[in-house]
T-cell receptor, first 113, second 109 residues
Framework: NAGVTQTPKFRVLKTGQSMTLLCAQD?????MYWYRQDPGMGLRLIHYSVGEGTTAKGEVPDGYNVSRLNKREFSLRLESAAPSQTSVYFC????????????FGAGTRLSVL | GQNIDQPTEMTATEGAIVQINCTYQTSGFNGLFWYQQHAGEAPTFLSYNVLDGLEEKGRCSSFLSRSKGYSYLLLKELQMKDSASYLC??????????WGAGTKLIIKP
């Protein structure tokens, strides 16, 4: 089992450029999450999805859009990247709603210049 | 506001025992979770507590006191591969995870 797969692993963008981060899980989980991780701070929830076609805002949703493409895939889009969005982005999934046991992808390291 | 505090960094010796503390103030409580994160890798689930007391799993134990808003992760017989960051997370009343910044554990031979 691959678990949770994220692409790309690394990316450098210029301010104002757009990009989409992709996440896929093969564990048949209903619930999927996008987090960002910054030095000295805990993981912060950007958006999450409780099932195909449904999404909800997390703690820091501004500047990000998400789409739950199907049960397996959950994408995160930056329409106009800003330097403040330089971060490591993690996708996670869980079997139960509100579960504290989440399975994470390897992360996408994004730099916005 | 919601707050989770952990020491930023700790150092321990191979073969020894280390205790990593976590204190929290959150809007509601529905469990406390510990994750391990090696540098440049994904967090992986280690342990969780919902009720007060000690949960033991191999070389890893986690303790919870809800009245004190306090937990610790105890790692025994430390190995070099235990060098990692350890993340404490609390599930609040809305069943959202609130994460601490993590404790970087350095193991010395």
């Amino acid at each position: 089992n691959a678990g949770v797969t994220q692409t790309p692993k690394f990316r450098v963008l210029k301010t104002g450029q757009s990009m989409t981060l992709l996440c896929a899980q093969d564990m048949n989980h209903e619930y999927m999450y996008w987090y960002r991780q910054d030095p000295g701070m805990g993981l912060r929830l950007i958006h999450y999805s409780v099932g195909e076609g449904t999404t909800a805002k997390g703690e820091v949703p501004d500047g990000y859009n998400v789409s739950r493409l199907n049960k397996r895939e959950f994408s995160l889009r930056l329409e106009s990247a800003a330097p403040s969005q330089t971060s490591v982005y993690f996708c996670a999934s869980s079997y139960l709603e509100g579960s504290g046991i989440q399975y994470f992808g390897a992360g996408t390291r994004l730099s916005v210049l | 506001g919601q707050n989770i505090d952990q020491p930023t960094e700790m150092t321990a010796t191979e073969g020894a025992i280390v205790q990593i503390n976590c204190t929290y103030q959150t809007s509601g409580f529905n469990g406390l979770f510990w994750y391990q994160q090696h540098a440049g890798e994904a967090p992986t689930f280690l342990s969780y507590n919902v009720l007060d007391g000690l949960e033991e799993k191999g070389r890893c134990s986690s303790f919870l006191s809800r009245s004190k808003g306090y937990s610790y992760l105890l790692l025994k017989e430390l190995q070099m591969k235990d060098s990692a960051s350890y993340l404490c997370a609390v599930r609040d009343r809305d069943y959202q995870l609130i994460w601490g910044a993590g404790t970087k554990l350095i193991i010395k031979p």
